[in-house]
């Protein structure tokens, strides 16, 4: 009988026990988890999807790009001094695209900073045939006879330079390249005489294009 007294109490307390016991777990909702973000492929160098931004660009367009995209980095190892990389990519540039004769100037300049002289004449010598009235490498010219002891040849396409639009007279001055001309008779008589060297016109591009 004292049990059937007590069984309401029982009850609540069981009902009490249910409650707190009977938990649902916590479903959180997908859209509050940020979902990772992954590179879609990726090129390396060399690929002719350098530049391209995905678009379906002709072969053509697409070998002039890649030798933009060396030729700035053959730029990038001039400037650090690093020849040997930048001819590398001078070469490649050059590869996708023949007729870059800004790649074939640059390229006969790094040459000569590498004394590679052969190959400094051969990189000229194909330069002429794509642009003969280009002044810069006319320059580049001057420089290699320079270079290699030819100071009367080296003067000659010194002028051809100027005439063509060459202005940097400071650079003629002051170009390591150019020192064993400056050093000889036939350019110190021509200085002289010369009204251009008297006219300074400073604002002519140095003979490394775009560097």
């Known amino acids: 009988m004292k049990l059937l007294k007590y069984l309401p109490h029982l009850g609540l307390v069981a009902l ?15 859209t509050s988890i940020p979902e990772a973000k992954l590179d879609e492929g990726s090129h390396s160098e060399g690929s002719h999807k350098e530049g391209s931004n995905g678009q379906n660009l002709p072969q053509e367009e697409k070998e002039k790009r890649m030798g933009i995209f060396h030729y700035n980095e053959g730029n990038k190892n001039f400037k650090a001094g690093q020849y040997d990389e930048a001819i590398t990519n001078y070469k490649k540039a ?18 000569l900073k ?25 320059y580049n ?8 002891n030819q100071p009367k040849a080296s003067l000659d396409k010194l002028k051809a330079a100027i005439d063509f639009g060459f202005s940097n007279l400071e ?15 036939e350019f110190k008589s021509w200085s002289l005489t010369s009204s251009r060297l008297l006219d300074r ?3 002519d591009l140095p003979r490394r294009v775009d560097l």
């Open 16 to 30: 009490i026990v249910f409650l707190i016991t009977d938990t649902s777990p916590i479903v959180l909702d997908k």
């Open 94 to 111: 050059l590869h996708h695209n023949k007729s870059f004769k800004e790649a074939t100037i640059n390229l006969s300049t790094a040459y």
């Open 114 to 138: 590498n004394s590679n002289f052969d190959k400094a004449l051969e990189t000229l010598q194909i330069g002429m045939k794509l642009d003969s009235k280009n002044p810069h490498i006319h």
């Open 141 to 148: 010219y001057a420089c290699y006879y320079s270079l290699t």
């Open 171 to 185: 650079q003629i001055e002051s170009d390591p390249d150019l020192e064993k001309l400056r050093q000889s008779p």
């Open 201 to 203: 016109n400073k604002s």
